[in-house]
């Protein structure tokens, strides 16, 4: 039988610059792939159909060759045509039209019943009511990234280590965004919650470091290496539910499920890095120089 | 006696919320509200009393705002409101009084006709000389509580159970009217509730050049008694009876009698004689011979016809106002039964606007019941994945096992409180779900690392202190999940407040129920008594 050990890590081989090196590498990265992509698309995240408007439809697929069917239904190019075989459906996309937004459901609808197409699902988002969500989906996670940083503050009371949480639980937000980007998986309502998750599930591991170098008794390593066994049993814990869930809702096309699935189990994996190279270092500093100061 | 009970008092309070949600989901008590005229097993969906939402039952959903402009922090002047209403009004040309609300309670002038611009308005408050502080868009309190009303009223007369109205506000303050109708497709509900269901009934006449028009001899509200909505005996089409209210306050005409007037006045008795004088609108519009009564819905004719000789001789004479009969014949059922609901339901005060500004969301019910099974499967994958990495780590079934068990109860208490609560279980619900048992298992992991490490665990006392240690990381997780969480709770993101609710829930039941009875559980396995 396969065991799961979590392994020692003997910190005390490299400085804490060379840890840090690492995590802070990889969120320049992710940041600049952020920054590259608003600056050529003119949006920091492929935006799905929630934060850009527009209409898709779910295609029954009742054996003929419904692919074809749809290439000719519809009077618009359909932005993507998406295939499920778990579910016998195809998910047709359709960005909202600059010319007569109005009507766009109605008329996609009534073409694909013309065209004796079953639709089983449509969905329709207005360009402004898009944009609104958009804001507000900004303006959620920011409060919730504020709220938990105050949380951290109240908890811990010292600058250093409460600093160390959330600049890692920052880092586990950006870089799933820029993993998004580069999967070509787009922001839609599901990633939007399963960022605010990654707010609260990531900073489990770094309270518990922190909680057992600061709070507990026992030597530095010794605390570090304590917290990382139960740590990261946690986080593969969690990541194993999350892959789970990304595969198997990605079979029955469940979109909401497999984003989350996805950016959780992408968020957690950023955690590990962050937890036990950034945070690490950065309370090994407070520990040995920073608090002589 | 009291001792055991007090010693294992978590472990108690764990099982006493497992037969709570148990209760909650199976007893026959706790099931759905019945609609009138169904019974329980009908309302049920499935062997649990769990509601299941759009996503799982099939079924639309529609968020849209009402069309119109509200003046802000208006003075009246101690002026009446219809008095404000006709005064602004008279300054539009492309409005009437009905479409202008004024609010004294609000403070605020709403339109609600959709030819209005903003500008126009502003210039309309300006002229009527009621001082007021801005213009924004959207409707009244006022408006959008009658809206409510009418478009739920809608939904019931077309005898469709289980809808609901609700208005939701947006981060920019927007309000927004939320619709959900089960089972029902998307095409059918907007129809509904784009059409605005204004009734009114015109006089077409002939004039030496062409068709005259005299608008609104007959409105919705004239209408005192409304049949339903019926098929003509021998010939085609189908009618509504209704009965024209013939009282009105001192002073006034009463509809009937204006109505019978304006139809005295129009010559109808004159023009038909016998059964072969015939209303000839639909052929020739713009130069009728007889003149014609015009049905119109939202200001489109959508039915003409003459009169009956009887019928346009009494009202010659005077004597069809104190009955009042009439029917609205219409040319085919379902439009008497769409004019019926009209009628019934009231028109909407304001436009709905859907396509423009809104959101809708439909699910045929094969589709929810597939999402139903793909769900519960990956549900139940995701707890089977976690429970083989729990093994794999501690491959101690007493350490182990109460883990899996306790996680699993979680979620079903959650279930529990899901079916007390009647919450419609969705997709983002079940998402909350997942997470829940991934948060769970966590602090379970930090739970029992914490008490085995260090060596034997052979007292209460040194299990309590670990125990203890242990809380505090999980308390602060918590919070912090909970912190996250808490703005989607109230922000209106679509169906993630769901999901925010379910995984706050879950994270609090874990808190105070389902990780200190784990702990208890632990005790009693590793101690040495």
């Given at each position: 039988m396969v065991a799961i050990d979590v392994p020692e890590v003997n910190y005390t081989e490299y400085s804490n610059r060379q840890l840090v090196a690492v995590p802070l590498a990889v969120l320049v990265l992710a940041l600049a792939i952020i920054g590259g992509w608003y600056l050529v698309t003119g949006a920091p995240a492929n935006l799905g159909l929630e934060f850009t408007g527009g209409v898709e439809l779910r295609v029954a697929d009742d054996g003929g060759n419904v692919e074809q069917q749809i290439e000719t239904a519809f009077d618009r190019q359909p932005d993507s045509v998406r295939a499920i075989p778990a579910d016998d459906v195809y998910v047709v996309t359709f960005r909202a039209a600059d010319e007569d937004p109005g009507n766009l459901a109605e008329d996609l609808s009534t073409q694909a019943d013309e065209a004796g197409l079953s639709t089983t699902a449509i969905d329709q988002v207005s360009p402004s009511f898009a944009s609104d969500t958009a804001q507000t989906a900004i303006f959620g996670v920011g409060l919730a990234f504020l709220g938990m940083s105050v949380l951290v503050f109240a908890l811990f009371r010292t600058f250093v280590p409460s600093l160390a949480v959330v600049a890692s639980a920052f880092s586990d937000l950006v870089i799933p965004i820029a993993v998004m980007n580069l999967l070509g998986i787009q922001m839609t309502l599901g990633t939007i919650a399963a960022l605010l998750m990654i707010i609260g599930y990531s900073v489990d591991s770094d309270i518990l470091l922190n909680n057992s170098v600061l709070r507990r008794t026992g030597e530095f390593y010794e605390s570090v290496s304590r917290a990382m066994r139960t740590g990261v049993t946690m986080t593969l814990t969690s990541m194993a539910a999350m892959i789970v869930m990304a595969i198997v809702a990605s079979l029955f096309g469940i979109d909401l499920l497999r984003n989350i699935g996805i950016i959780l189990s992408v968020g957690l994996c950023a955690d590990l890095m962050n937890t036990y190279l950034l945070n690490v270092s950065l309370l090994r500093w407070y520990k040995f120089e920073g608090v002589k100061r | 006696m009291l001792e055991p009970i007090k010693n294992n008092w978590r472990i108690l309070l764990l099982v006493v919320v497992v037969l709570g949600a148990t209760v909650a989901l199976f007893a026959p008590q706790f099931g759905p509200q019945t609609a009138p005229g169904e019974d329980v097993s009908e309302a049920?969906?499935?062997?649990?009393?769990l509601q299941y939402g759009l996503d799982l039952a099939g079924g639309t959903r529609v968020r849209a705002p009402l069309v119109g402009y509200t003046a802000m922090e208006v003075d009246f002047g101690g002026d009446q409101p219809d008095e404000v209403a006709r005064t602004i009004a008279a300054e539009l040309e492309n409005a009437s009084a009905a479409d202008i609300t004024a609010v004294p309670s609000e403070r605020a002038v709403d339109v609600t006709a959709t030819e209005v611009t903003e500008s126009q308005f502003r210039a309309a408050m300006d002229a009527s000389g009621y001082a007021y502080e801005d213009i924004r868009s959207g409707v009244t309190q006022e408006t959008r509580d009658v809206a409510q009303q009418v478009i739920k009223d809608k939904i019931d007369e077309t005898g469709l159970s289980g809808g609901t109205v609700q208005q939701v506000q947006s981060l920019t303050g927007e309000y927004f009217m939320l619709v959900e109708v089960p089972g029902e497709n998307r095409s059918s509900v907007t129809s509904l509730l784009e059409e605005r269901g204004t009734v009114q009934i015109d006089i077409a006449y002939p004039t030496a050049n062409g068709t005259g028009i005299e608008e609104g001899v007959l409105r919705g509200e004239d209408f005192q008694e409304l049949g339903s909505a019926s098929q003509r005996e021998r010939v085609q089409g189908a009618y509504v009876p209704v009965t024209v209210r013939n009282t009105a306050p001192e002073g006034q005409q009463s509809p009937a009698h204006e109505f019978q007037q304006a139809v005295a006045d129009r010559g109808f008795a004159e023009a038909y004689n016998s059964q072969r004088d015939q209303c000839d609108y639909r052929e020739n519009p713009d130069d009728v011979s007889n003149p014609c009564l015009l049905l119109t819905v939202d200001g489109e004719v959508v039915n003409s016809f003459g009169m009956d000789p009887s019928l346009a001789d009494s009202m010659a004479s005077g004597s069809w106002a104190t009955d009042g009969g009439f029917r609205l014949t219409t040319t085919e059922f379902a439009e008497a039964e769409r004019i019926a609901i009209n009628l019934r339901a009231g028109a909407l005060p304001a436009d709905l606007d859907i396509s423009g500004q809104g959101t809708s969301r439909s699910i045929s019910a094969s589709q929810g019941a597939n999402y139903k099974t793909y769900s519960l499967v990956t549900g139940i994958l995701a707890v089977f994945a976690v429970a083989g990495m729990v093994f794999l780590r501690y491959r101690e079934p007493a350490v182990a096992l109460p883990m899996i068990v306790t996680a699993i109860a979680e979620v079903y208490a959650l279930l529990g409180f899901a079916a007390l609560l009647s919450y419609p279980v969705e997709l983002a619900v079940i998402a909350g779900f997942i997470a829940v048992v991934g948060t769970g298992v966590d602090d379970l992991v930090i739970i029992a690392d914490e008490v085995m490490s260090e060596g034997e665990v052979n007292s209460r006392t040194v299990f309590n202190s670990r125990f203890r240690r242990a809380f505090w990381v999980i308390g602060a997780a918590a919070a912090t999940t909970i912190i996250a969480m808490s703005p989607l709770m109230v922000l209106s993101l679509g169906d993630l407040s769901g999901f925010a609710i379910f995984t706050v829930l879950g994270v609090l039941i874990g808190v105070l129920v389902t990780r200190p009875a784990y702990g208890d559980i632990l005790r009693r396995l590793l101690t040495i008594r």
């Amino acid at each position: 039988m396969v065991a799961i050990d979590v392994p020692e890590v003997n910190y005390t081989e490299y400085s804490n610059r060379q840890l840090v090196a690492v995590p802070l590498a990889v969120l320049v990265l992710a940041l600049a792939i952020i920054g590259g992509w608003y600056l050529v698309t003119g949006a920091p995240a492929n935006l799905g159909l929630e934060f850009t408007g527009g209409v898709e439809l779910r295609v029954a697929d009742d054996g003929g060759n419904v692919e074809q069917q749809i290439e000719t239904a519809f009077d618009r190019q359909p932005d993507s045509v998406r295939a499920i075989p778990a579910d016998d459906v195809y998910v047709v996309t359709f960005r909202a039209a600059d010319e007569d937004p109005g009507n766009l459901a109605e008329d996609l609808s009534t073409q694909a019943d013309e065209a004796g197409l079953s639709t089983t699902a449509i969905d329709q988002v207005s360009p402004s009511f898009a944009s609104d969500t958009a804001q507000t989906a900004i303006f959620g996670v920011g409060l919730a990234f504020l709220g938990m940083s105050v949380l951290v503050f109240a908890l811990f009371r010292t600058f250093v280590p409460s600093l160390a949480v959330v600049a890692s639980a920052f880092s586990d937000l950006v870089i799933p965004i820029a993993v998004m980007n580069l999967l070509g998986i787009q922001m839609t309502l599901g990633t939007i919650a399963a960022l605010l998750m990654i707010i609260g599930y990531s900073v489990d591991s770094d309270i518990l470091l922190n909680n057992s170098v600061l709070r507990r008794t026992g030597e530095f390593y010794e605390s570090v290496s304590r917290a990382m066994r139960t740590g990261v049993t946690m986080t593969l814990t969690s990541m194993a539910a999350m892959i789970v869930m990304a595969i198997v809702a990605s079979l029955f096309g469940i979109d909401l499920l497999r984003n989350i699935g996805i950016i959780l189990s992408v968020g957690l994996c950023a955690d590990l890095m962050n937890t036990y190279l950034l945070n690490v270092s950065l309370l090994r500093w407070y520990k040995f120089e920073g608090v002589k100061r | 006696m009291l001792e055991p009970i007090k010693n294992n008092w978590r472990i108690l309070l764990l099982v006493v919320v497992v037969l709570g949600a148990t209760v909650a989901l199976f007893a026959p008590q706790f099931g759905p509200q019945t609609a009138p005229g169904e019974d329980v097993s009908e309302a049920q969906q499935g062997v649990t009393n769990l509601q299941y939402g759009l996503d799982l039952a099939g079924g639309t959903r529609v968020r849209a705002p009402l069309v119109g402009y509200t003046a802000m922090e208006v003075d009246f002047g101690g002026d009446q409101p219809d008095e404000v209403a006709r005064t602004i009004a008279a300054e539009l040309e492309n409005a009437s009084a009905a479409d202008i609300t004024a609010v004294p309670s609000e403070r605020a002038v709403d339109v609600t006709a959709t030819e209005v611009t903003e500008s126009q308005f502003r210039a309309a408050m300006d002229a009527s000389g009621y001082a007021y502080e801005d213009i924004r868009s959207g409707v009244t309190q006022e408006t959008r509580d009658v809206a409510q009303q009418v478009i739920k009223d809608k939904i019931d007369e077309t005898g469709l159970s289980g809808g609901t109205v609700q208005q939701v506000q947006s981060l920019t303050g927007e309000y927004f009217m939320l619709v959900e109708v089960p089972g029902e497709n998307r095409s059918s509900v907007t129809s509904l509730l784009e059409e605005r269901g204004t009734v009114q009934i015109d006089i077409a006449y002939p004039t030496a050049n062409g068709t005259g028009i005299e608008e609104g001899v007959l409105r919705g509200e004239d209408f005192q008694e409304l049949g339903s909505a019926s098929q003509r005996e021998r010939v085609q089409g189908a009618y509504v009876p209704v009965t024209v209210r013939n009282t009105a306050p001192e002073g006034q005409q009463s509809p009937a009698h204006e109505f019978q007037q304006a139809v005295a006045d129009r010559g109808f008795a004159e023009a038909y004689n016998s059964q072969r004088d015939q209303c000839d609108y639909r052929e020739n519009p713009d130069d009728v011979s007889n003149p014609c009564l015009l049905l119109t819905v939202d200001g489109e004719v959508v039915n003409s016809f003459g009169m009956d000789p009887s019928l346009a001789d009494s009202m010659a004479s005077g004597s069809w106002a104190t009955d009042g009969g009439f029917r609205l014949t219409t040319t085919e059922f379902a439009e008497a039964e769409r004019i019926a609901i009209n009628l019934r339901a009231g028109a909407l005060p304001a436009d709905l606007d859907i396509s423009g500004q809104g959101t809708s969301r439909s699910i045929s019910a094969s589709q929810g019941a597939n999402y139903k099974t793909y769900s519960l499967v990956t549900g139940i994958l995701a707890v089977f994945a976690v429970a083989g990495m729990v093994f794999l780590r501690y491959r101690e079934p007493a350490v182990a096992l109460p883990m899996i068990v306790t996680a699993i109860a979680e979620v079903y208490a959650l279930l529990g409180f899901a079916a007390l609560l009647s919450y419609p279980v969705e997709l983002a619900v079940i998402a909350g779900f997942i997470a829940v048992v991934g948060t769970g298992v966590d602090d379970l992991v930090i739970i029992a690392d914490e008490v085995m490490s260090e060596g034997e665990v052979n007292s209460r006392t040194v299990f309590n202190s670990r125990f203890r240690r242990a809380f505090w990381v999980i308390g602060a997780a918590a919070a912090t999940t909970i912190i996250a969480m808490s703005p989607l709770m109230v922000l209106s993101l679509g169906d993630l407040s769901g999901f925010a609710i379910f995984t706050v829930l879950g994270v609090l039941i874990g808190v105070l129920v389902t990780r200190p009875a784990y702990g208890d559980i632990l005790r009693r396995l590793l101690t040495i008594r």
